[in-house]
T-cell receptor, first 111, second 114 residues
Framework: GQNIDQPTEMTATEGAIVQINCTYQ??????LFWYQQHAGEAPTFLSY????GLEEKGRFSSFLSRSKGYSYLLLKELQMKDSASYLC????????????FGTGTRLLVSP | AAGVIQSPRHLIKEKRETATLKCYPI?????VYWYQQGPGQDPQFLIS???????DKGSIPDRFSAQQFSDYHSELNMSSLELGDSALYFC?????????????FGQGTRLTVV
């Protein structure tokens, strides 16, 4: 089976830095995606890692270690609008590469 | 830029009724995915299509079926609806060509079964 774990909830203050971790055990791996989802809305793509290392995109960075089955999403200079759920998703290399989502982390940014 | 379009946005049905959800993928995307997201839960993969052929199947009940048509739009048909089917249903599309091929999600259809 597929197992992707994230913390359920995190809180942080405006302007701070927060790291959201994701560990995975999947039957096959062909990339890891991070999505942001506001309540009742569609997930929106944030970042993608397929090789080990850090990918930086503005205030967001994502890190991957394939040998450890581990990734994190780093959010800098937090803003109130960053309050959302953050979903870690693994793309499998079996079949037609479906995305399997983690449990999601609800981030609450306070003033 | 064109996005994934889903219709309807909201749907209310009674138990044992039938519902049809529609998805129009981004032009030139060759893969469509359907996901179900219950309240407070992560999206659960239901089924996917690649080039109009079913490519993968997840936790989709036998009461549900889906297909992709020649114009690449997809429909999720849900019969004998149960209260537990109330959820957000997302359609996503991606292209297998190109580097990242992330999935782009539609706005979802909120199905309420009463």
């Amino acid at each position: 089976g597929q197992n992707i774990d994230q913390p359920t909830e995190m809180t942080a203050t405006e302007g701070a830095i927060v790291q959201i971790n994701c560990t995975y055990q999947t039957s096959g791996f062909n990339g890891l995606f991070w999505y942001q989802q506001h309540a009742g809305e569609a997930p929106t793509f944030l970042s993608y890692n397929v090789l080990d290392g850090l990918e930086e995109k503005g205030r967001f960075s994502s890190f991957l270690s394939r040998s450890k089955g581990y990734s994190y999403l780093l959010l800098k200079e937090l803003q109130m609008k960053d309050s959302a759920s953050y979903l870690c998703a693994v793309r499998l290399n079996t079949g037609f590469q479906k995305l399997v989502f983690g449990t999601g982390t609800r981030l609450l940014v306070s003033p | 830029a064109a996005g994934v379009i889903q219709s309807p946005r909201h749907l209310i049905k009674e138990k044992r009724e039938t519902a049809t959800l529609k998805c129009y993928p981004i032009p030139r995307h060759d893969t469509v995915y359907w996901y179900q997201q219950g309240p407070g839960q992560d999206p659960q993969f239901l089924i996917s299509f690649y080039e109009k052929m079913q490519s993968d199947k997840g936790s989709i009940p036998d009461r549900f079926s889906a297909q992709q048509f020649s114009d690449y739009h997809s429909e999720l048909n849900m019969s004998s609806l149960e209260l537990g089917d109330s959820a957000l249903y997302f359609c996503a599309s991606s292209s297998r060509t190109g580097g990242v091929s992330e999935a782009f999600f539609g706005q979802g259809t909120r199905l309420t079964v009463v």
